[in-house]
Structure formats: structure tokens, C-alpha cells
């Protein structure tokens, strides 16, 4: 079986798009009841940092399961705490040429969002090559927050605001992945995109009815105490996975040795209020082992419209139990 790290080879993108086809690319299936304990950090140059922890197993040489908990902590110049706890748990079983993963996610913002996430995903491994397509729903709870603005309608109205309002936004993603597995060599993209519905919200004030279902553009207006501290944090690369984005894609080659393996990736993304953009390159380094654990670092640089450039390193750490 093909010894890739998927899970750090993706870290930073889709974030799941590699591990649908893990358990039977290269044709062969994967060891049963392996347990790992994983493990990885990364902190940039502004001092913002993530940090995750979990546990990854194969209940049978088919069906794979992982399930971990992160923190992340940006240095946001409007927020003393702009962190976010996230928690995740996935399920992948390969069927013949094809492996389904369904997937949760679970991730709170400060005090001003949380976000429930279920995703899946099927991909068709033929050969070395391989292709699939995610689909994502997400709902997003905001905190009750004070309104004391105007806001300009569709039809160009001004309406002044004042109010406190509780907000629900959902949102649908749909997305693309595909790659190759050479010979000692692999390459990989993977596209990811985002449909906002209006936010549904209520209000202490019974003349905002109007705003009840605001769209995207009206929505900014009045909510902006709550969407530019994230537009901010999903500029950054730490907070990437945990934040509301438009879009996303990343493509991702590298040479797998026995002993060691080298990659290289490079990832762009859109958050959904602002318009805010990120580019990242990464250059890491893999150390396998024959019982499977293995420790990866990376070096790279982020450049976002937020924060400018900025340095960052990461490590992480499979360990067999």
C-alpha cells in the first residue's frame, strides 16, 4: 500500500480530500486494528499558533475512523481572545475502486460564532490516479450582538438600525479533488466552494422585519461588530479551517522515500464577508517508519490581506500505539 501522509499533505487545504482514498490506493488494503495517536502544532511569525491532538484507527481492513481536538489563537489587533476550539470525527470505508467518508465538525469562535459542519465525500481510485467530489452543509450560530448603524437596501433605502439581534447562517459546499501516485512521486488539487443563504435573524424590534432574512451584502452592514474580527482570523492560516470562506483550492507535490519524503503545497483562500484572500507556500519534510509513525516538518510563508507576510513552521507526529 502507497505510504503517503495524507493528512499532513492536506494540512492546510480541503483538509479532508486525501483521506477518502488512503485505505486503497496502490491495491492493497490497509493493516486492521492499527491504532495511531496524532499529534501537531504550528505557530507563525506574528505569534498566532494551532495546536491539535487526536487518535486515527482501522476498525477493519477497510474502515478507517479519526477523531481529534485543535485550538487556534490569532493575533487579532480588535479582539483580545480571537480563538477558536474545534473538534472532528470521520468515518471512511472503501467499497472496490471507491471509498465514501462521512464526516462532522464541530468549531466555537470566541464569544461570536459556532459552527456545526456535516460533510461527505466519495472518491474513484483507478490505478494510480484518483478523483472524487465532497459535498459540505454548515450551520452558524452567532451570539446575540448590539445593532447601532444604518443599512442600505437592495433598492437603496437607508434604514437606520438599532437593535439586538441573534443571527443563524447556513451554508453549502460543494468541491473537487483529484491526483496521482507515482513511483515514489505524487501530486494532488483539490477545489472547495461555498453557497451562503440568507441569515435568518431575530430581532428585538419588531419594526426590523424587513431584515429578518438578510442577504450576504445586507447582512455586513449590521453585523459588522461579528464578521470583521473573522474575516481577519480566515485570512490567517492558523484559523483557515475553522472560518467562513467563499472558496478555497490547493495543489500539492511530492517525492516519498523509504526513509524520508519531501513536499511541497501551496493553498489560496477566499473568506466570505470581506472578500480577505490568503496565499500559502509550504516546504516540509516526512519521516516514516516501517511501524507506520511518523514526524513531518514544514517551513512556509502566508500572505494575506489582513496581516501582510508572514513566516510560519509546523510539526506534527503519528505515533503507533
Known amino acids: ?15 479532508v480530500a486525501l483521506a477518502a482514498h488512503f485505505l486503497f490506493l496502490g491495491g492493497q488494503p490497509a493493516s486492521a486494528d492499527g491504532l495511531f495517536l496524532r499529534g501537531a502544532a504550528e505557530i507563525d511569525g506574528d505569534g498566532s499558533y494551532w495546536v ?7 476498525a477493519t481492513t477497510q474502515t478507517r475512523w479519526s477523531a481529534s481536538v485543535s485550538r487556534s489563537q490569532v ?10 476550539t474545534a473538534a472532528d470525527a470521520s468515518l471512511t470505508h472503501a467499497w472496490g475502486p471507491l471509498a465514501f467518508q462521512l ?6 469562535y470566541s464569544d461570536v460564532v459556532t459552527a456545526r459542519v456535516l460533510r461527505s465525500e466519495v ?8 478523483f ?26 437607508v ?10 447562517l447556513d451554508d453549502r459546499g460543494v468541491g473537487l479533488h483529484a491526483g496521482w501516485l507515482g513511483q515514489g512521486w505524487h501530486v494532488h488539487g483539490e477545489f472547495m466552494s461555498h453557497d451562503y443563504d440568507a441569515a435568518k435573524c431575530g430581532f428585538d424590534s419588531p419594526q426590523l422585519e424587513l431584515l429578518r432574512n438578510a442577504r450576504r451584502e445586507i447582512f455586513v452592514q449590521f453585523a459588522g461588530r461579528a464578521t470583521n474580527d473573522l474575516s481577519r482570523s480566515a485570512a490567517q492560516r492558523v484559523a483557515v479551517e475553522n472560518s467562513l470562506l467563499d472558496h478555497r483550492w490547493g495543489i500539492a507535490a511530492g517525492i516519498d ?14 473568506e466570505a464577508f470581506a472578500g480577505l484572500t490568503s496565499h500559502t507556500l509550504t516546504f516540509g519534510v516526512s519521516i516514516p517508519r516501517a511501524s507506520g509513525s511518523a514526524v513531518d516538518l514544514y517551513v512556509g510563508v502566508a500572505d494575506s490581506d489582513a496581516v501582510g507576510s508572514v513566516a510560519l513552521v509546523g510539526v506534527s507526529i503519528d505515533l503507533a500505539l
Open 75 to 84: 493575533q487579532n489587533d480588535s479582539s483580545a481572545d480571537a480563538g477558536t
Open 159 to 168: 434604514v437606520p438600525v438599532s437593535a439586538n439581534a441573534q443571527c443563524d
Open 123 to 130: 472518491t474513484y481510485g483507478s490505478g494510480r490516479g484518483y
Open 132 to 157: 472524487g467530489a465532497a459535498g459540505e452543509f454548515r450551520r452558524s450560530e452567532f451570539e446575540p450582538f448590539a445593532i447601532a448603524t444604518s443599512v442600505e437596501l437592495a433598492n437603496g433605502t
Open 257 to 270: 522515500g523509504a526513509r524520508i519524503g519531501y513536499r511541497l503545497r501551496f493553498d489560496r483562500s477566499e
Open 52 to 58: 491539535s491532538g487526536g487518535l486515527r484507527g482501522d
Open 103 to 108: 464526516g462532522g465538525r464541530w468549531w466555537k
Open 1 to 15: 500500500m502507497t505510504t503517503v501522509n495524507h493528512a499532513r499533505v492536506s494540512r492546510g487545504g480541503v483538509g
